[in-house]
């Protein structure tokens, strides 16, 4: 691609049916995005958010998904978003989908209660806790927003009583249900783990705005690989090819 943009390649997933317009070095697509795409509930109209949705590797599978609803996508890089925004041209999506290159914080302060689904892969790291990730990278491992701040910006976002959903790291999960659990219910907690034998490296988390705190539900964890790492498991398998997660 040409003009001021940095060198990106087109990509697909979901076995060709959605494009995507990612940096040639950096941060890409993989499989914690078209997880988190897989895991929204199905609705049939409405508004869904997404925060930090960098070249739209969650954003553009998870439209695809979802065809009644309309979608947002926020990103603080400039040239990030206009991947995004290319990717959302080459697929068609037309107005449906909408990016914002702007600051999710300030951004959803005149959106309350706006959006029925609300969703984020937040950067898994504070600042100072790892070294330098590498070229393209820092936006999408190094806070620029606390996680408290993140999950205060999506439930500010979403409407009463709407989901909201993110995938983190499983050692942060402490900090997203002392978050969530202040403004929100019906939690539910899947683990996730490469290795039936090995500990979980991230967790997705569901929740519910403005619902009274109730029992947490951990689920069984998903295995994605097979022990001996080979090949993926059927259940990591049908999310890479666009299949609904039940959980």
């Given amino acids: 691609m040409t003009g001021d ?21 950096g941060f890409r697509t993989g499989f914690d995005s078209l997880l988190l795409a897989a895991a929204l509930p199905v ?40 991947m995004a925004e290319t990717g959302t041209q080459l697929n068609g999506f037309g107005t449906r989908v909408t990016i914002e290159n702007t600051e ?7 959106h309350e209660n706006r959006f029925d689904l ?14 330098d990730p590498g070229e393209g990278k820092a936006s999408a491992y190094i806070e620029t927003l606390s996680l408290e701040g993140w999950i205060k910006a999506m439930l500010h976002a979403a409407k009463p009583r709407a989901t909201v959903i993110l995938v983190h790291r499983a050692a942060e999960l402490a ?6 659990d ?9 683990p996730i783990a490469s290795k039936a ?14 619902l009274r705190r109730g029992p947490l539900t951990l689920l069984p964890p998903l295995i994605t ?17 666009g299949i609904p997660l039940v959980w």
């Fill in 5 to 25: 943009l940095p060198e990106t390649t087109e990509d697909t997933v979901y076995q060709g049916r959605v494009r995507l317009v990612q940096p040639a070095r």
């Fill in 43 to 82: 609705l049939d109209k409405g508004e869904a958010l997404e925060l930090g949705c960098g070249c739209g590797g969650a954003l553009l599978p998870a439209a695809f998904r979802l065809p009644g609803v309309s979608f947002t996508g926020l990103e603080l890089d400039q040239s990030v978003t206009r």
């Fill in 104 to 110: 999710a914080s300030e951004w959803v302060k005149p």
């Fill in 118 to 131: 609300v969703f984020a892969n937040p950067p898994y790291f504070e600042p100072g806790k790892i070294s």
């Fill in 175 to 180: 900090r997203l249900l002392a978050q969530l």
């Fill in 182 to 190: 202040r403004q929100a219910g019906e939690i539910t907690v899947l």
């Fill in 197 to 210: 034998a090995e500990p979980a490296r991230r967790v997705l988390v569901r929740a519910r705005k403005g």
């Fill in 225 to 241: 690989h097979t022990e001996d790492g080979s090949a993926r498991t059927p259940a990591a398998q049908a999310i890479v090819e």
